[in-house]
């Protein structure tokens, strides 16, 4: 049964009041933390429940992380993040990332982590290219979970075919664990709910439907899809890109008690945020 909480939250250019509903289909048995592990659906791959997420803001090799925090600064985060439980880090080619996550193994052992990429590779021979280059930056023979960036022609899984088809052997290869795509349209997500080949899907979820591929309810039916499917989900987007930042708890309330979503990633751009996040996560978890 789903309940409805008013409350207000602030964008980057309006402030409006609206209406959060809390999750359907869950009904919270005990606490969730920040590094319990979970399955990321059939794939067999075990994440701590938050990632952390370096892609703030990220286009251009960049992202608030990187410019804020530098190399040995996102290394660090991380590094403050394992030693909180928390293995699951969030990276992208588009964020500028790998470099960050190098320094951090230096620290942190490889198989002790989990690492998640993307690319922007359509054809096979960029895909190849990508996988060689991504390896090299990241310092690492493999990687956790590799998504093709950006999803949004419905026909994605025409278009980018040759990438698919490399990454299909990269896994039975042993080079990656698992393998998905992010979405940013419903056309998008809806094929990604219908392709075998998703393992995984970021989805962008959140209780007030802000920057999302549709509206709460359309997206909720589409990700029980997926679920009941066997995909894993990984939610994003899950404070609306900052703009539910006076809205943390409720945003925080509804995903941890949406069943399909597995994990989920927030850019986190210091040791202060990460560790508000750690004690808001059980404390909204019932």
């Known amino acids: 049964m789903r309940r409805r909480e008013f409350i207000k ?10 209406t959060l509903p809390l999750a359907k289909n869950v009904a919270a048995t005990k606490k969730k933390y920040a590094n319990d592990l979970v399955t990321l659906g059939n794939s067999g791959v075990k994440v701590s429940r938050l990632a952390m997420g370096t892609g703030t803001h990220g286009v251009n090799k960049a992202s608030a992380q990187t410019r804020g925090l530098g190399v040995e600064g996102v290394a660090d985060l991380l590094h403050e993040a394992y030693d909180q439980g928390i293995n699951f880090w969030d990276s992208a080619d588009q964020y500028g990332t790998h470099p960050h996550l190098k320094e951090a193994l230096k620290y942190v052992p490889r198989e002790k982590v989990v690492i998640l990429t993307k690319t922007h590779a359509t054809t096979e021979k960029e895909m190849k290219a990508d996988l060689d280059r991504f390896r090299k930056e990241i310092g690492t023979d493999y990687i956790d979970i590799m998504l093709l960036h950006l999803m949004r022609d419905p026909e994605w899984p025409s278009i980018k075919e040759g990438a698919m088809n490399v990454i299909s052997q990269a896994r039975e290869d042993g080079i ?3 393998h998905g795509v992010s979405c940013h349209t419903l056309g998008a997500l809806k094929t990604a709910a219908e392709t075998d080949w998703v393992q995984i899907d970021l989805a962008r979820i959140n209780p007030a439907g ?3 591929d549709a509206g709460v309810e359309t997206v909720e039916g589409v990700l029980t899809k997926m679920k009941n499917s066997g995909k894993g989900i990984i939610g ?6 900052g703009r539910l930042r006076d809205s943390v708890d409720e945003s ?4 941890l008690n949406f069943d399909p979503v597995d994990s989920f990633t927030i850019g986190q751009e210091n040791k ?3 560790r508000d996040l750690i004690k808001r996560i059980p404390a909204n978890s019932v």
């Open 9 to 18: 939250y602030t964008a980057a250019t309006a402030s409006a009041a609206m």
């Open 176 to 178: 990656i664990r698992a």
């Open 272 to 274: 202060e945020e990460m």
């Open 236 to 241: 994003m987007k899950v404070i609306g890109a």
């Open 210 to 212: 802000v920057i999302m």
């Open 252 to 255: 925080l309330r509804y995903v």
